[in-house]
């Protein structure tokens, strides 16, 4: 039977409600979403529930990971139907503040309208985000935690903004939810395992674990922006998975260099009308390139296709 659903928008308010049920005794566990939320999210929240007696989801478009030219106003959003998905799962809160860097006395207050701002400072490889073209008079937020080494490679050569800015806004989730555990998917492999490293670092006694990708029956990965893509767009993203299978299968079964997996993926993908961003394949923990898979590893994608930008990745345990 699905618990009551509470829905919190104060940043107090949810420490309160927080702090009271863990002074009873009780254990948080706590999953940050972006809404839209599809059966790849829904996933996490019921690990979550198998984990601690209460579960809090966090719905929160955070404009502090977007650059300028990428698609903050474009990422869709159902807070409706989010709530409504939730309340059939042992759900006891759902966190959606409207502006988590809103201070008072105008500190980040224009950080609202950020999702509504066309042709802002900033370009491709841009080091501002959304968040400080909605306060370039220098009112707003200016401090950012930044996992300096796991956040340069992979999505971090594109987008050099994003990984800083997901700490910052996890570290400010985790200080206003204070959770005993977080579940994160393993679909953004660079981002749980930089959020695994900045709760180490930092000493924040939450406990993190990764969820397992979830695929469409046809093995497309679960994502918010599977959405804006075409019907035809859509069939061409199936070779992304099918590129990282038959890689799999060659670093498991073939005399395959890591040149020659990752020139598989490329072609593959290429070959059906992507447009690579990147193939890599990289240590488990420290994200380090490797040359040759003797430990584990994991082979990492993203790809265009259209004008969606699509990340997926497959683990290697040899």
Request: hydrophobic fraction near 40%; proline fraction near 4%; glycine fraction near 8%.
């Amino acid at each position: 039977m699905a618990s009551e659903l509470e829905v919190i928008r104060d940043k107090t308010a949810m420490r309160r409600w927080s702090r009271s049920h863990r002074s009873k005794g009780k254990t948080v566990a706590f999953v940050p979403t972006m809404g839209f939320l599809h059966e790849g999210h829904l996933a996490l929240v019921r690990a979550a529930g198998a984990l601690a007696d209460l579960t809090v989801v966090s719905i929160y478009v955070n404009p502090g990971q977007f650059a300028p030219s990428e698609d903050l106003d474009a990422y869709p959003a159902d807070l409706r139907g989010d709530l409504h998905k939730l309340a059939d799962l042992e759900v006891h809160a759902v966190f959606c503040p409207t502006n988590l860097y809103d201070y008072g006395e105008g500190g980040g207050r224009g950080v609202v309208q950020a999702r509504r701002t066309e042709g802002a400072v900033g370009s491709p490889g841009s080091s501002a985000s959304c968040l400080e073209a909605a306060a370039a008079d220098g009112s707003g937020h200016e401090t950012w935690v930044r996992v300096e080494k796991l956040e340069r490679g992979l999505c971090g050569m594109s987008r050099p903004v994003f990984f800083r800015g997901v700490a910052t806004v996890v570290a400010k989730l985790f200080n206003i939810v204070e959770p005993d555990i977080a579940v994160f998917g393993k679909k953004d492999y660079q981002q749980w395992r930089i959020i695994c490293r900045m709760v180490r670092d930092l000493d924040f006694a939450v406990k993190i674990i990764g969820s397992e990708i979830v695929r469409e029956s046809d093995g497309l990965a679960m994502s918010s922006r599977n959405v804006r893509l075409s019907p035809e767009e859509r069939e061409k993203a199936l070779s992304i998975y099918n590129s990282l299978s038959k890689a799999k299968y060659a670093a498991l079964h073939e005399q395959s260099t890591c040149q020659e997996l990752k020139n598989l993926v490329v072609q593959l993908v290429t070959e059906a009308g992507g447009r690579i961003d990147y193939v890599e394949i990289v240590e488990q923990e420290s994200l380090i390139p490797v040359e040759e898979i003797n430990s584990p590893a994991v082979i990492c994608v993203a790809a265009w296709f259209g004008a969606v930008r699509l990340i997926d990745n497959m683990e290697i345990n040899p």
